[in-house]
């Protein structure tokens, strides 16, 4: 089955313990990307990756650690979590050969819910 | 000002009901137009895109977009309570490939 697998799905961690959460996709895409999701803000990016060894940053990369080693796994890693990260996280896999005025659809995982005490 | 902004609801509405959620946007760059449908404890699933203005049929669902008035709409027609979830707009001007998504509205199809 075509997916996007997150781990863990749910954690609770304290202020400045190192976390990583891990992402991984079957679908052999080049684009992968994490997003958190908070009440009333909508999903906002956090890094993205065109390919393997290729990242950037997305709208609020602050706090934020990424790497892209294989194709297939995009880990986010958090060196010190504060509480303003507790969020809802998901991330998002899709291929990047694009048509002319076509869209890509991003596949997204089932999300991970963090609390930073 | 966020870039899209989207009514929260809640929406509530009988089953068989035509509903109508909607996005407003102020970047005239975006040039695809998304409809993703997210469950509860679920991630997102893409439900229906548009690129520029127009409109897009598929099945119950149809999705309009009017650049001129940076206005978008997803209609359901003979709404199901299988219907019940948050709706996210996103949008994008390609390239880059980031989306810019809105707030989501929350809908309950009562049976």
């Known amino acids: 089955e075509a997916q996007v697998t997150q781990n863990p799905r749910y954690l609770i961690t304290v202020t400045g313990k190192k976390l990583t959460v891990t992402c991984s996709q079957n679908?052999?895409?080049?684009?992968m990307s994490w997003y958190r999701q908070d009440p009333g803000l909508g999903l906002r990016q956090i890094y993205y990756?065109?390919?393997?060894?290729?990242?950037d940053k997305g709208d609020v990369p602050e706090g934020y650690k990424v790497s892209r080693k294989e194709k297939r796994n995009f880990p986010l890693i958090l060196e010190s979590p504060s509480p303003n990260q507790t969020s809802l996280y998901f991330c998002?896999?899709?291929?990047?050969?694009?048509?002319?005025?076509?869209?890509?659809?991003?596949?997204f995982g089932p999300g991970t819910r963090l609390t930073v005490l | 000002q966020k870039e899209v902004e989207q009514d929260p609801g809640p929406l509530s509405v009988p089953e068989g009901a035509i509903v109508s959620l909607n996005c407003t946007y102020s970047n005239s760059a975006f040039q695809y137009f998304m409809w993703y449908r997210q469950y509860s404890r679920k991630g997102p699933e893409l439900l229906m895109y548009t690129y520029s203005s127009g409109n897009k049929e598929d099945g119950r669902f149809t999705a309009q977009v009017d650049k001129s008035s940076k206005y978008i709409s997803l209609f359901i027609r003979d709404s199901q309570p299988s219907d019940s979830a948050t709706y996210l707009c996103a949008m994008s001007a390609g390239g880059r490939r980031a989306l810019t998504f809105g707030s989501g509205t929350r809908l309950q199809v009562q049976p």
């Open positions: 990756s065109m390919n393997v060894e290729v990242t």
């Open positions: 998002a896999s899709s291929l990047t050969r694009t048509k002319i005025n076509s869209y890509n659809e991003q596949f």
């Open positions: 679908m052999n895409h080049e684009y």
